[in-house]
């Protein structure tokens, strides 16, 4: 062997000395990768939460639903070892928040904070361009995917974008034109539909006043106009395939009974509003201090955060409604409800629409509050206490402001709101008889 071959081996093996040096110096293995990619034990497994982000910003709400995941960076982060508690964000937002023909593709990212404290924003998986987030197949891929790579004692989601409650798709922007069409029921077979895309029409807004996230909705340019693509309520239960610890809406409109007995099997705790939410939504620099940092999530402190840092507020931009519930608690309201509706079904379908608590603007009315309507029916005091035990057994928090955009006052909240038949629609009514919430206690008959 000659000098010069020496001389390269010596600079080889300073090479890997110096590069070993550097990695140790990191916390890392040089031989075994990074120690914080090392799969997690099943003693780690069995201590760490999932906290899935799924943010689907393909409409109007991009910019807004952009500005919330920046937030979430400047909060409490986990570290990205094992037993560490896991954040993951699903987002699909626009490439400006006018631009609906120009498709933009999904991410699905984990945010963590490195040995050096600095954030971190890892790409585990990239979607196509024409996915769409506001479907049932969507949505389970990436909940399938999150329980197949991140095994854990419990997994959580806040879901962000628009919603508009039961309501089926389109009827929210375009109820005039909505006719119910009976199909095959696939509902809890697995097996998902293709998403059928739906005319929309934009909702009149104010400039003056804030901008709301009026399950899911991806906008598309067609023909010169828009079309969108939302979840009906059941297929957005289907498509969970694991039961969650806790759902948290910082959407619109979800904060009814019927939503949440839609979900009881799929998750045990759910955090929504019963009026719309201002674009802004939940505070997301203190949230995953609430839900990550500690060894147990705390997501009615999510809902409490969200009520204060409105309710501080003056004029249109006091205003908020907000409940936390506990889904393993509804059959017993189920109960009541069925018994009062049985009772009082001449009353409610008498009941004159403004003599209830609403929890919607511009002619929206869709959404009333469930006790004030069983108080309305024409129910006994003994009646109303039943409901009243009822209700504390399953509402864990709720809070409101004392008026909603300066438009409607609160003075009746059950934590839940309600369809109000009497103030309904008779294609509405076919749909709504398919809902579980109906099925258990027949109030559309």
Known sequence: MNRRHIRVIDNIIMAVCLISAAVISAGCDPFCGDISNDPPTPEEISRRNVLLLYSAGYNDLSQFLDSDVSELKSGWLPSNKGADNILLVYKHNTVSHKNFSTPNAP??????????GNVISDTLKTFSSESISSSARMLNEVLTFVKEEFPAKGYGMIFSSHATGYLPAGYYSNPTNYQYQEGPELFGTGIFSDPVPVPYVEVEHDPSLPMVKSIGQDHRKSGGGLISYEMELQDFADAIPM???????????????????????????????????????????????????????????????????????????????????DCEMLEPLAEVCRDLFSIHSNGISWIRPNNVQRFYRSDKHWFYDLESIIFESGATKEEISRLHDALKGCVLYAAHTPTFMLEFEINTFSGFSMYLPSNGSVELNKYYKTLKWNKATGLVK
């Open 243 to 325: 039961k969650l610890d806790y759902i948290l809406f910082d959407t619109c409109f979800m904060g009814g009974i019927e939503v949440a007995y839609e979900l009881k099997d799929k998750c045990r705790r759910i955090g929504f509003s019963q009026a719309e939410v201002l674009a802004e939504g939940f505070n997301y620099n203190t949230l995953t201090t609430h839900l990550l940092q500690n060894p147990e999530p705390d997501p009615q402190g999510v809902c409490a955060d969200y009520f204060q840092q409105y309710d501080i507020e003056s004029g249109v931009h006091r205003s908020a409604t907000i409940s936390y519930i």
């Open 107 to 116: 991410d699905l990212i984990r945010i963590y904070k490195d040995n050096k």
